[in-house]
């Protein structure tokens, strides 16, 4: 399903990652080339060991990368808005590398250095503070003891002078300068690592784009979408008879599906190829597929009922017979009655007809009128023992397929499964020609058991139980092919 959509969107996929990939050049020519300068500082306690200030070094890298304190320091440094500024340890040293970016080496290094100051100022100076307060009062108390003549005073003033020296000599969280003048790399834009994260990343948006299509899609191209967005199985998928193997593929697939239909059918039937809406797809599905089972020796009527639901319109017809093209293949077209007088056939007489021909050992195709649109074609699906299901990829929408099945189950009628096809001009051409054939066919191409004449005939003469069992209700009640019970 997945790589069936992107075959079909194939172009998106194509766009997408294109225009990633432009992008990525774009941006590449455009940008200019950056310079980084580099300046460190170091943590080294007098009275504890490195791997302890690397920990403190790593707290102080966290509070230097972050934006706003980012913000206010390079105010203060004299760095302008939107430089670069970023701090990181060297390994798991008590090292701090404190880098800037600028458009030149000179630059580049100054703001490392300006940056890095102000903020070993920053850091220094709350401790520093903390340290002046304290000498402060060591010194008050030691000007006092020099002062005493008490017989301790000399041991007191020997104390303070010991603390004031511990005090002025200690570094711990001491942030120091060690190297001024890291160095200035310089990075240009790569065409290479610029392009190849645009393309996969381009790629991957491309595919998403198409899977997401395919979800969205109201149309049904592929028997993969009749199956998951209207529940019906896929018999075949018919392609379209375009190109050098294209008309091989077709009438290979269409072969396929007649096997297909007649393998799962009793024995002679009544099928109803039905198409949701209106189009040619389900006529060359039922035109190709009658002259599949005559051509294999199976006797066959065509039963074309598609003249723009006339059913519909006084639900009644004059069924007209002639042969087919193929020996054992009869033709049946329905339609108006041309003067009030002519002799009409309800559907109930049209079921009459079609098990007739079933009893008589011939399969009965119906090429059905849509049928979300005609009742009539609605009422022949019930009627049938099977209905194929065609899905014309160009035309057919899921909402008209939906409903297509959800009436034609209300009506109990049985679904054999969908057909996927692709119909152009050969296959319309192909339509409009067998339906445009002439009333009168050439003689060696009549049938034996099909005569021309009016199927109404035969109808009408088997009103008697010797001659025609009839069934007043829809066939769709019964099993596939079980006969009729008599009047």
Request: proline share 6%.
């Amino acid at each position: 399903m997945f790589m069936t959509g992107v075959r079909r969107y194939w172009l998106v996929v194509l766009a997408v990652t294109g225009i990633a990939v432009l992008g990525a050049v774009f941006a590449t020519k455009t940008t200019d080339t950056t310079y980084v300068g580099r300046t460190s500082l170091i943590v080294s306690s007098n009275d504890r060991s490195p791997d302890q200030d690397a920990v403190l070094v790593q707290g102080y890298v966290a509070y230097f990368n972050d934006i706003a304190y980012q913000r206010e320091l390079a105010g203060r440094a004299g760095v302008p808005d939107g430089t670069e500024l970023e701090a990181e340890a060297a390994a798991a040293s008590p090292i701090m590398i404190i880098s800037a970016s600028a458009s030149d080496r000179a630059t580049a290094q100054s703001y490392a250095i300006e940056v890095a100051d102000g903020f070993r100022e920053d850091i220094n100076g709350v401790r520093a503070d903390s340290r002046a307060e304290q000498l402060a009062s060591l010194q008050t108390q030691l000007d006092a003891a020099l002062r005493s003549s008490g017989a301790n005073a000399a041991a007191v003033v020997s104390d303070l002078q010991i603390r004031i020296d511990q005090i002025q000599s200690d570094r711990v969280n001491v942030l120091q300068e060690l190297q001024t003048e890291g160095g200035v790399s310089v990075e240009e834009p790569s065409l290479l690592r610029n392009v190849l994260p645009a393309g996969a990343g381009g790629l991957l948006l491309g595919l998403l784009g198409a899977f997401a299509l395919v979800k969205l899609s109201r149309r049904l191209p592929t028997g993969g979408d009749v199956a998951e967005k209207v529940g019906q199985p896929t018999l075949v998928e018919v392609p379209s008879s375009r190109g050098r193997s294209g008309g091989v593929r077709q009438e290979r697939r269409l072969g396929q599906l007649a096997n297909i239909v007649r393998g799962r059918l009793p024995g002679p039937s009544v099928v109803a190829v039905a198409q949701p809406d209106a189009g040619v797809a389900s006529s060359f599905v039922a035109l190709k597929m009658a002259r599949e089972w005559a051509r294999q020796g199976h006797p066959t009527v065509l039963v074309s009922a598609d003249a723009g639901g006339v059913l519909d319109g006084a639900e009644a017809v004059a069924p007209q017979v002639r042969p087919g093209a193929l020996p054992g293949l009869s033709l049946i077209r329905l339609t108006p009655g041309p003067a009030d007088d002519t002799p009409i056939l309800s559907v109930s007489k049209l079921n009459e007809l079609f098990r007739h021909e079933t009893l008589a050992g011939q399969y009965v195709v119906i090429d059905v009128p849509a049928v979300v649109e005609s009742a009539a074609g609605q009422a022949l699906c019930q009627a049938a023992d099977q209905t194929v299901l065609v899905v014309d990829s160009r035309v057919t929408r899921v909402a008209t397929a939906r409903e297509a099945v959800a009436v034609l189950r209300e009506m109990s009628a049985v679904l054999m499964g969908a057909v996927v096809a692709t119909v152009g001009r050969a296959e319309r051409a192909e339509v409009a020609a067998a339906r445009e054939r002439p009333a009168d066919p050439p003689e060696d191409l009549a049938t034996a058991d099909e005569p021309p004449g009016d199927a109404s005939d035969r109808v009408d003469g088997a009103e008697s139980p010797e001659r025609l069992p009839v069934e007043t209700t829809p066939s769709a009640s019964r099993g596939p092919g079980t006969p009729a019970e008599p009047r």
